[in-house]
């Protein structure tokens, strides 16, 4: 599946996000997303997401715009990580992730038990199978971000679009989660699109980048030619020092 962007015009809060901005995620498989606080990220991977309008400019799935596909449809080919999860009601940690199974069903249909393996095989991925029966509530924040990543891995999308989903994870899940997400770009649909705030998570994962530079700016294309001082200071507003061992690369700050 493919998804572009066509002369997208994003305004949120009395603040250009971007200004006929082209884009065709076929040309890289793992996409990051940076920028200042408040800049727009999550509006723009929202857009993508067709859980709000541009302004002017079309986001195109397979071609046709996001807005004509059948909200069931759609998430067969694209799931979201919100940045902020909210569970109004009492539900089990294995209910939670069985939602993902929900653009599969009929209206009605209950998961069967072939939807429970599923869901059950996700939660031993991020290792929450000790906590199936637990209440949401009673999560972690850590916990509560693995569980809504099982969720989408049990919803197995194409396009993975995540926002900032290493949030509330310690070092050790980020790198395992990240290093499961990634994998499921191995078909050739497979793409995964996020914001990152943490700049050596985008230099170890991404093959292209976004950076959302203010005023409608931004600049996307493939990392080796984004991750240098040019770009980085203005990105960050602080200066970068970066530090190399052979292929090994990490920015600190200066
Ligand atoms: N409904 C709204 N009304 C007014 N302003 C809004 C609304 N929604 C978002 N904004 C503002 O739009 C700007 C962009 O928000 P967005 O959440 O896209 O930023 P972000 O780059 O993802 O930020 P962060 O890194 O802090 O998560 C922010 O200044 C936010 O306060």
Known sequence: MSIQLQWLDLAVGGKQVCRGLD???SQGKVWGVLGQNGIGKTTLLHTLAGLRKPDAGNVL???IDVSLWSRKRLAQKLGI??????????????DTALIGRHPYLAPWQFESSHDEKIALDA?????????????????????RQRLALATLLVQNPDIYVLDEPSNHLDLHYQIALLDIICAQTHSEQGRVIMTLHDINLAVRYCDHLIFV????EVVAGPAEELLNDKYLHRLFKHC???????????????
């Open 240 to 254: 970068l020092v970066e530090l190399r061992n052979g292929d090994y690369r990490a920015f600190l700050p200066g």
């Open 23 to 25: 884009l065709d995620f």
């Open 123 to 143: 939660l031993a991925q991020v290792d929450l199978l000790p906590l199936v029966k637990r209440d949401v509530n009673t999560l972690s924040g850590g916990e």
């Open 213 to 216: 530079m203010g005023e409608g």
């Open 61 to 63: 799935v397979d071609g």
């Open 81 to 94: 990580l919100l940045q902020e999860v909210s569970d109004p009601f009492p539900s089990t940690v294995l």
